[in-house]
């Protein structure tokens, strides 16, 4: 199960460069049922996403750099490009997402919780901007779909 907070990003945190970050491709082989293949560094991994905003089940499978590049041939949609640095915030990790062309100037922050009281209870840190957990044009698949939603 996954549960997560998402946000835009009002200011990045200073510092920036000190945290890790990896750049990440991925693409959306479909939206319903979500299936994405991801790239992250030298990982490449299948994913499966059920259905719900705040939480939804997910599966992930590890795979080949070969079976990542058919995959990722047969994508619908926008092929998306981010660098995602690890922020720690307390007991959790921020996951801050600087969207490439053609999703830039776009920037996220994601949290993932253990329960959905642990994620209901989270102040996010001044620099995060307006919760967009439930609005799923902000979910990556439909970023891929209808690039960045209108301001």
Not at 63 to 76: F, I, V
Not at 83 to 106: H, Q, S, T
Not at 125 to 151: C, H, I, K, M
């Amino acid at each position: 199960m996954e549960i997560e907070r998402k946000f835009l990003v009002s200011r990045l945190p200073g510092a920036l460069e000190r945290y890790p970050h990896t750049r990440m491709e991925q693409a959306y082989i479909s939206v319903d049922p979500l299936i994405r293949v991801r790239r992250a560094g030298e990982r490449y991994v299948l994913t499966c996403k059920g259905r719900g905003l705040l939480a939804r089940e997910e599966f992930e499978l590890e795979m080949t750099a070969e079976a990542y590049g058919r995959l990722s041939a047969k994508a619908d949609g926008l092929r998306i490009v981010k660098d995602r640095y690890k922020i720690p915030l307390g007991e959790y990790v921020a996951e801050l997402d600087i969207f490439a062309p053609p999703l830039a100037p776009l920037i996220l922050a994601e949290v993932e919780f253990p329960s959905e009281d642990a994620a209901n209870a989270f102040e996010p840190p001044d620099w995060f901007g307006r919760e967009v957990t439930y609005d799923p044009a902000y979910a990556n698949a439909a970023l891929s779909q209808n690039g960045l939603p209108p301001t």
